[in-house]
């Protein structure tokens, strides 16, 4: 099975643009989680979605969204970028059907806010 | 709301010896998954080992196993026979009561040294 992936891998924004990320999840994964990685700060969990549904949601501003497709591929998005929204974008895939299941990560959407 | 701390933002350990990377969360919850995740570098984060609240028996993948103290709340990961390979930030994970949200710790990276 091909692994979990995510693009682009690399992003330069200027603040105030906006950005969509993409994660492509294992076949036959409903379940997507974003995360946000930062030096010093962890993982810190955005949203996940399960079946086109949002089924939890982490502590961040309106400004992140997310959504899922029919195939399971999810779209993040970022509006008026901060600097502070400078970091690695992490997804991650599991069948999201038993909690506890392995979650499968992708290597992740460096972004990079100027 | 639930919290997991990683007191030990880096550990070193010489080559086949054993290191034991601390994990404390807090919680109210009786019901709840803990994982271990690996990150090397430039690669993506992989799961090491996971352990359900209510089994009372440590969890034990290969060279790897944990401590887990409920009543303390304490979640540690003991690396045996440390290799080189093993080189890599490791995060622990908690999975909350009746969800998909993953809270995660800063991390720990571990440097091993031949």
């Known amino acids: 099975k091909a692994g979990v992936t995510q693009t682009p891998r690399y992003l330069i924004k200027t603040r105030g643009q906006q950005v969509t990320l993409s994660c492509s999840p294992i076949?036959?994964?409903?379940?997507v989680s974003w995360y946000q990685q930062t030096p010093g700060q962890g993982l810190q969990f955005l949203f996940e979605?399960?079946?086109?549904?949002?089924?939890n949601k982490g502590n961040f501003p309106g400004r992140f969204s997310g959504r899922q497709f029919s195939n399971s591929r999810s779209e993040m998005n970022v509006s008026t970028l901060e600097l502070g929204d400078s970091a690695l974008y992490l997804c991650?895939?599991?069948?999201?059907?038993?909690?506890?299941?392995?979650?499968?990560f992708g290597p992740g959407t460096r972004l990079t806010v100027l | 709301a639930q919290t997991v701390t990683q007191s030990q933002p880096e550990m070193s350990v010489q080559e086949a010896e054993t290191v034991t990377l601390s994990c404390t969360y807090d919680?109210?919850?009786?019901?709840?998954?803990l994982f271990w995740y690996k990150q090397p570098p430039s690669r993506q984060m992989i799961l090491v080992i996971r352990?359900?609240?209510?089994?009372?028996q440590n969890a034990t993948e290969n060279r790897f196993s944990v401590n887990f103290q409920k009543a303390a709340k304490s979640f540690s990961l003991k690396i045996s026979d440390s290799q080189l390979g093993d080189a890599a930030m490791y995060f622990c994970?908690?999975?909350?009561?009746?969800?998909?949200?993953?809270?995660f710790g800063t991390g720990t990276r571990l440097k091993v040294l031949a």
């Open positions: 991650a895939s599991s069948a999201g059907t038993v909690r506890g299941n392995e979650q499968f």
């Open positions: 076949s036959g994964h409903r379940s």
């Open positions: 979605y399960f079946s086109e549904t949002q089924r």
């Open positions: 919680t109210s919850e009786s019901d709840y998954y």
């Open positions: 352990q359900e609240a209510y089994k009372q």
């Open positions: 994970a908690y999975l909350t009561s009746g969800t998909y949200k993953y809270i």
